[in-house]
């Protein structure tokens, strides 16, 4: 029996946890064309579909909108103005439209942007009000209008997960919305619709998606299930993201990529994250850096702090980085290794190192480690953290 292999067995189960993962998962090359059946399967008879502009331009949102037109389906409109980190007053204004359709159920086709600008849409239009009323833990109590989801980027998780995180553009902090309801009711997993995505795109999602199998397993809410799921997901982003970005247009490393990255975003969505999501959506909030980049550049930083308080956790990311003969080294010497393992794969993505290379100035690091601080992502990570040492870690990423 190897030392990691004993690590692995000490670590019990908790006397409590809480599983549901409600959203059912179809994946398959070209299961696009499924969508209108699906739909109608779900009640849905005017779909409202939200996407991006450059998804339209692409024809992709055509491929979505053919077979729900073939289904019987209604299109009660299409949305496409969302950008990346959108923001609450898209949200108001994709409502609008929605409930001017008449829709009675939602598709998004895109990336995370788009997925939770979807969410939002929907608890605007079950609920009523603004979007703001409805922000927070379990405030959303009852069903929304159904949602389907056709990730075209593989790393936000969003079309599994119950979390939904806009921009408030008043106050220019991230604002989230967590429930259970938020689960879409379907994630069509379509590698083919993710072959179109740039390098860059790619290697930053993919980066979201390393950052949520590692926060998941990390955070303070873990519980077997979720360990499980995003335990075998990290070493396929591990060994298929550079591949991936290498070579878009296989569409096996893309159907690879968007299957891990729906398994780490299964677990992000019950286990939680911790310091590095609560700094990225600061840094989204503050200077608009896409989320993905920032969890890439902050997730060495993160994860360096948190080893020291979750060593045996520690060592089994560093096998799942494939560090060789992990369990001869120190703890100390672990935990460097494994930073460094993150680096040299964020390096091989060539995603940006480091803050300044994105827009964050030195005057922003202060207001950054507040919003971090105050984030709900921070309830969950496994070390105490002070405004200080979130500025120190922001400090070492700039
Ligand atoms: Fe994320």
């Given at each position: 029996m190897t030392h990691c292999v004993m690590i692995r067995s000490m670590i019990s189960f908790p006397e409590f946890f809480d599983f549901c993962l409600p959203?059912?998962?179809?994946a398959q090359?070209?299961?696009?064309s499924n969508v209108g059946t699906e739909a109608r399967a779900l009640g849905i008879t005017r779909a409202f579909l939200l996407t991006d502009a450059v998804l339209v331009k692409l024809g992709i949102a055509e491929q979505v909108?053919?077979?729900?037109?073939?289904?019987?389906?209604?299109?009660a409109g299409v949305f496409d103005s969302i950008p990346p980190n959108s923001e609450t007053k898209v949200v108001e204004r994709a409502a609008e439209?929605?409930?001017?359709?008449?829709?009675?159920?939602?598709?998004?086709?895109?990336?995370?942007?788009?997925?939770d600008t979807?969410?939002?849409?929907?608890?605007?239009?079950?609920?009523?009000g603004s979007i703001l009323d409805h922000q927070g833990i379990n405030v959303i109590d009852r069903p929304v209008t159904p949602l389907i989801c056709l990730p075209t980027t593989a790393g936000t998780g969003s079309e599994i997960s119950r979390f939904a995180v806009v921009k408030d553009d008043a106050s220019h902090q991230k604002i989230s919305f967590v429930s259970d309801h938020l689960c879409p009711r379907l994630a069509i997993l379509d590698a083919a619709l993710t072959t179109s995505m740039p390098p860059a795109l790619t290697a930053a999602t993919g980066m979201d998606a390393c950052t949520h199998a590692v926060e998941a397993y990390c955070s303070q809410g873990a519980g077997p299930f979720t360990d499980a799921l995003g335990m075998a997901a990290l070493p396929a982003i591990v060994e298929t993201l550079p591949k991936a970005v290498a070579d878009g247009a296989d569409v096996a490393f893309r159907a690879k990529m968007l299957i891990a990255s729906a398994m780490a975003g299964a677990a992000m969505s019950l286990a939680g994250v911790g310091c590095v999501h609560a700094m990225a959506h600061a840094?989204?909030?503050?200077?608009?850096?896409?989320?993905?980049?920032?969890?890439?550049?902050?997730?060495?930083?993160?994860?360096?702090?948190?080893?020291?308080?979750?060593?045996?956790?520690?060592?089994?990311l560093a096998a799942k980085f494939g560090i060789a003969e992990c369990e001869k080294m120190s703890a100390g010497a672990r935990a460097e290794r494994?930073?460094?393992?993150?680096?040299?794969?964020?390096?091989?993505?060539?995603?940006?190192?480091r803050l300044r290379d994105v827009g964050v100035v030195t005057g922003d690091l202060d207001a950054i480690a507040e919003d971090a601080l105050a984030d709900g992502a921070m309830f969950f990570n496994p070390r105490p953290a002070e405004a200080a040492d979130l500025r120190k870690l922001l400090e070492a990423a700039f």
């Open positions: 959203t059912r998962v179809v090359v070209g299961a696009v909108l053919a077979p729900l037109r073939e289904a019987g389906v209604e299109i439209a929605a409930r001017a359709g008449g829709a009675d159920g939602l598709v998004a086709c895109g990336g995370g942007s788009v997925m979807a969410k939002a849409v929907g608890i605007v239009l079950s609920r009523g840094c989204g909030g503050r200077r608009n850096v896409p989320h993905g980049v920032a969890n890439s550049i902050l997730l060495p930083h993160g994860l360096g702090f948190n080893a020291e308080a979750i060593p045996e956790k520690a060592s089994v494994l930073v460094a393992a993150v680096r040299d794969l964020s390096g091989a993505c060539r995603v940006p190192q």
